[in-house]
């Protein structure tokens, strides 16, 4: 699984930080910032659901 | 009750500290009609899916001000100002400046604060006699010390704030020339804070604002500046002391709920979010947008150009989206409530309220173990006429 987000649509909801920290963090503005875009398989259902639940779909989740 | 009837809106409660069953039809049709306290005319969409796309359609406007959108109150504008822009791009630029204080760091880097305030304020009310109204003695003063701290607002002010804000948020609940008097007090004092942090500023969101506003005033006007303070200081602590006093009463009036967490506290997180989906506190007045073109809904039936449209905060009660969802069930997970809205107006000020719930849940629950309802569920009074619903009071005992 790869993961990616978009900071220019990021709103600053923290939920994917809180979700998935290994995954997200965020920049001095809060905004998105992906810290591992190839994550381990067994944090891949936390991570569909940190993009299901982004509050403006900022987060890309490719399943290959 | 056919598909051109308006109905009221708000819904009454009809039941004790529960969502009245009646909800769970209120999906059969994509739009209803609704009559606002105005008696204005609206839409509401109804299903989870439609809201959670309306939210993020441009086609709907935030700048209720500045087109002929219907009135939520008959006297009272609330937070319509035409001066402002709540629509991209501008919107999403001034946002910026004020979310980057409520990051993940910077919201647990708030915690320990938040936790020795409600300590605080446990103790006074220990120190007193039973029963104690949670609303005064912990609701309340809770995230208004927390917002005060964030925006650097004396915290001995808020005798005169609070009137200000109460007068408001008055949906029908004051005459029109004591909201007036409110919202130009409340106007004049942020607009003095502003000031006085331009004077001498301290660590705090206004003064870095203030910072902002002049290096550059077209990145963020005076009066831009004070429409977002009024709105974070509102947003700060009404809702979120509404929420405390809603989740609360629920707990108790529902005992083996909170008897459930209280066997295991790592619940809370589950169980705030919970008690945001299962939304008591009042409606979806704050969604308001008008139509700028036609929207097509996931039915085929239109949302037409010029209609207001209010997006409902009871699509948290989709079976679609919700397995069960009359159900209280602080499992629930995940748990894509709207209680936040969706979008780009998501509430800047979620990860906060959502900190604040936490740590007041979970600090009653651990302080008071047997915390209960001083008068039964069903006596509890709401909050009549304001833009939020909630209870006016809520007297405790342990």
Known sequence: ?64 | MTATTPVDYPFPWTEPIAIPPTWETLRERAIQPISLPSGDPALLVTRYKDVKALYSDHRLSRNTGRYPTSRISPNNAIFDDPEVDSDPPRYLAERSLVTRAFTARRIEGLRPFVKAVAEELMAAMESGPQPVDLMEGFAFPLPIRVICKLLGVPAEDQAKFRAMVDGFLSVTKLPVEEVNRCRVGLWAYLGDLVESKRVAPTDDLTSELVKISDADPDKLSDHQMVHWLQSLLIAGYVTTATQIGCSMAYLLHHREVADEIQADFTLVPGAVEELLRYQIMGASLGSTRYCLEDIELSDGSIVPKGSTVLLAVEANLDAEQFECPMKMDIKRNPNYHLSFGSGIHYCAGAPLARMELQVATEGLLRRFPKLELAVPGADLMREQGSFLGGFAEIPVRW
């Open chain 1, 1 to 64: 699984m790869r993961v990616s987000a978009d900071n220019t649509k990021c709103v600053v909801s923290d939920m994917c930080v809180y979700r998935v920290p290994a995954v997200f963090d965020q920049d001095e503005d809060g905004l998105v910032k992906i810290i591992d875009a190839n994550p381990p398989g067994e944090l891949a259902e936390d991570i569909r659901r940190a993009a299901k639940g982004c509050p403006v779909g900022a987060i890309t989740v490719y399943e290959d």
